[in-house]
C-alpha cells in the first residue's frame, strides 16, 4: 500500500506567475530591460563613421579629449596626494576651466589635420575643394560652443581665427604621420597648463609624448570606423549646400 501525503505542495519562491504580484513582475521587466539596454550601450561597437555630421562629432569628441585629459592628468600627477584638496580650491577650478577651453582649438586643429592627412588620398582632383570642404566642418565644430565663461569674447574670437590660419596651412606640406602632428603644437599646448612654469619646466617631453601617443590613437580609431568614400561624399556634398548665399559660413 503506498501512502499518499494530504499536504499540498508549497509554491516555490521563484514561481513568478503564481507568488509575485502583477506591479512587482511588471517593475522587474522593467528594470530588466534597463540593465540589458545599458549593457548592450557598454559594449556595443562605436558607430562607424560614414557621413560629416558622424565625423563632426568624432572630431568634437577627440579633441576635447585630446586637449583636456592631458590637462586633467597632468595636474593630478603633479599634485600627487594634495591633488584631492587642490581641485576643490575655486582658484585652481578657474584655472583649469581657462586652460581646458584655450587648449581645445589645438586639438580641433591636431585631430583635423589627422583627418585631412587620412582623406587626403582620396581627394581626386581637387584635393584644394576637399581640404576647404574639411577645414569648414572643423570650424562649424568649433561654433557649436558659445564663448566660455573662463574666456573673453575676444580671446575665444582669436582662438578661432588661429584655428582657421592652422588649418589653411595644412595643405602647404607633406601629409604627416599620426605622432609627428603634435610637434609644432606642443609648446603651446604645454604652456597652458595651470601649474606654475618652475615646476613644469623639465616635463615638455613628458607632455610631447603623451600628445604624440594619443595622436596614434585617434589615428587608429579614425581608419578602423571610417567608411573613407562615403565621407568624402558627404563632407563635400555639406559644403556645397553651405555655399549658397543663405548657408554661406564664416572663414
Known sequence: MILKSTRKPQTLFLDFGRTWPRK??????????????GW???FAAPPRIDNAEVLADFIDAQSAFLAQKGIYEYSRARAG????????????IDALDRSRWSAYPLGLAMVGELVEGVLRP??????????EALRQLVLSVFDRYPVPT????????????????????????????????????????????PINESLRRSE???????????????????????HVPTVVASVRERHARAQTPQNAPRT
Open 24 to 37: 512587482v513582475l511588471h517593475g522587474l521587466r522593467q528594470i530588466g530591460g534597463a540593465l540589458r539596454a
Open 40 to 42: 548592450d550601450g557598454l
Open 81 to 92: 596626494h594634495y591633488a584631492k584638496v587642490l581641485f576643490k580650491e575655486q582658484v585652481f
Open 122 to 131: 582620396h581627394a581626386g582632383d581637387d584635393p584644394a575643394g576637399q581640404r
Open 150 to 193: 573662463a574666456l573673453t569674447e575676444p580671446a575665444w574670437s582669436e582662438a578661432r581665427c588661429e584655428l582657421a590660419r592652422r588649418l589653411q596651412l595644412v595643405g602647404l606640406h607633406a601629409t604627416k604621420r599620426a605622432f609627428e602632428i603634435a610637434d609644432p603644437y606642443v609648446r603651446a599646448y604645454f604652456d597652458l597648463l
Open 204 to 226: 615638455l617631453p613628458t607632455i610631447h609624448g603623451y600628445l604624440r601617443a594619443t595622436l596614434c590613437n585617434v589615428h587608429e580609431e579614425l581608419t578602423r570606423r571610417m
